[in-house]
T-cell receptor, first 111, second 116 residues
Framework: QKEVEQNSGPLSVPEGAIASLNCTYS??????FFWYRQYSGKSPELIMS????GDKEDGRFTAQLNKASQYVSLLIRDSQPSDSATYLC???????????FGSGTQLTVLP | NAGVTQTPKFQVLKTGQSMTLQCAQD?????MYWYRQDPGMGLRLIYY???????DKGEVPNGYNVSRLNKREFSLRLESAAPSQTSVYFC???????????????FGPGTRLTVT
């Protein structure tokens, strides 16, 4: 069983729509949650971090965390073709200082 | 600020050859990490160094060694390369968290390694 699981994808949305990316994790004691964006052939780029239950907004991006359900999501409002990338969820599982990454969800925003 | 830099960008090795991947960061971070990324597998941690003078194994350490040369530099060595080590290697750095808390990690541009 994977410890950090993401939508298998790929996910396609039309330009201007809301893209919803989901991630579940196995350890209820986890405290640090991150979303990275990775363009093809490039390195992961941090776009959001969230540590407390609830929503955190940054521009068109909103991260949502529900520790009771062991669930973290990323919403991208007014999606643009430039948002087309693979999105990686990362969690520090339990008592580990290091992060465990999901296998990623590929998002395509159609013009 | 260059952030995290890695050398080389590309490398082709023959089976059994050795090489060292270099990583340096200028963000004054305490912690550094080496990952490999394979298609469909996501990022997997090879080794990490929580602070200068310490190193620990990650999920996939076999076939690799690391050296934390100083606070800025963290190198990854393949002593006898195998085709299974064909991958993209990323170095990352972060502030030092505590055992239950992690700070954001920032990644270098990666090294694309092919072992034939």
């Amino acid at each position: 069983q994977k410890e950090v699981e993401q939508n298998s994808g790929p996910l396609s949305v039309p330009e201007g729509a809301i893209a919803s990316l989901n991630c579940t994790y196995s350890d209820r004691g986890s405290q640090s949650f991150f979303w990275y964006r990775q363009y093809s052939g490039k390195s992961p780029e941090l776009i959001m971090s969230i540590y407390s239950n609830g929503d955190k907004e940054d521009g068109r991006f909103t991260a949502q965390l529900n520790k009771a359900s062991q669930y973290v999501s990323l919403l991208i409002r007014d999606s643009q073709p430039s948002d087309s990338a693979t999105y990686l969820c990362a969690v520090n599982l339990g008592s580990a200082r290091q992060l465990t990454f999901g296998s990623g969800t590929q998002l395509t925003v159609l013009p | 600020n260059a952030g995290v830099t890695q050398t080389p960008k590309f490398q082709v090795l023959k089976t059994g050859q050795s090489m060292t991947l270099q990583c340096a960061q200028d963000m004054n971070h305490n912690s550094m990490y080496w990952y490999r990324q394979d298609p469909g597998m996501g990022l997997r941690l090879i080794y990490y160094s929580a602070s200068e003078g310490t190193t620990d194994k990650g999920e996939v350490p076999n076939g690799y060694n690391v050296s934390r040369l100083n606070k800025r530099e963290f190198s990854l060595r393949l002593e006898s390369a195998a085709p299974s080590q064909t991958s993209v290697y990323f170095c990352a750095s972060s502030e030092l968290g505590d055992p239950t808390f992690s700070y954001e990690q920032y990644f270098g541009p990666g090294t694309r390694l092919t072992v034939t």
